[in-house]
């Protein structure tokens, strides 16, 4: 593991956008996992300065997303498509047919974890999952718990991801209470993999993430299991390094 120790959130944001731009401009086609969350949205915010310097082009990439909630559409506000149109896709020349996310409103949640399956791998595999950390140390929508086996699958959010999600909504019983993640299995199939992990919330779990033993309890754990792993984090979130 590459971890860097960033000043702030800022500083944090800059590293990550370099990092993905660096790898955009030596393979053009390249497939990038993505992640949503509050934590990529600096990431994303510079990646589209670049693009509007001149520095890269998306014209060619790819991308996959991890996660989507169940039952809310490209449209609703809170979905992660909506989200992915709004800070990047609708901002650079990304070809929108080369860009995919889990089916929130698939009728067959089997049917689509598998179909996920089945195009991570005609895209030839993910060059780089960017991930950020859930505060019970989940990665994607993994929750403690889930087997480091699974592959795409339908997932019951955990009632703590449920309140920390719930500040996006107009109220807690809005948030859908499932939702389609990317599994451990997929995402460490990835060839490189970039935590973000900022703010103090996120100590703790970090702290076990990068230190703890590695369990199917603190998801992000399994990273410890990855040949190529870069963590970026913000001072807040390395301050209990120390300490497990
Ligand atoms: C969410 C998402 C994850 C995200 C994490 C942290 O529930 N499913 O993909 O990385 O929780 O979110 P945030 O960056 O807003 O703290």
Redo the contacts with the bound molecule.
């Keep these: 593991m590459k971890i860097y120790k960033e000043r702030d959130y800022e500083a944090v944001s800059k590293r990550a956008a370099s990092l993905v731009a660096n790898q955009i401009k030596a393979k053009p086609d390249i497939v990038l996992g993505l ?7 600096g990431m994303y915010k510079i990646l589209v300065e670049k693009y509007n310097s001149g520095e890269i082009s998306f014209k060619k990439v790819r991308t996959v997303n ?2 989507e909630y169940r039952g809310l559409s490209d449209t609703d506000k809170n979905s ?1 498509h909506y989200y992915m149109n709004e800070i990047l896709f609708s901002k650079v020349d990304i070809d929108l047919s080369n860009t995919f996310l889990p089916n929130g409103m698939a009728k067959d949640p089997e049917k689509e974890c598998q179909a996920y399956e089945r195009l991570l791998r005609s895209l030839g595999g993910i060059d780089l999952q960017i ?5 019970n140390g ?4 993994n929750e403690p718990g889930t087997a480091f086996i699974e592959k795409t699958h339908l997932v019951d ?1 955990a009632e703590s ?1 449920i309140h ?2 719930a500040r996006f909504f107009e109220n807690i019983d809005e948030v859908p209470k499932q ?1 389609y ?1 990317m599994g451990i299995t997929s995402i460490l199939g990835a060839k490189q993999i970039l935590l ?1 992990v ?2 103090e ?2 100590a703790e779990a970090l702290a076990k993430v990068i230190n703890g033993p590695v369990t199917e309890e603190v998801p992000g754990s399994v990273l410890q299991r990855h040949w190529d792993v870069t963590i970026i984090c913000d001072q807040a979130a390395a301050s209990k390094l120390g300490e497990v």
């Design positions: 992640a949503t969350g509050t934590t990529p949205i991890l996660d992660y991930l950020g950390l859930g505060e989940h990665i994607g929508f959010l991801t920390a999600n939702a993640s973000l900022t703010g919330s996120k």
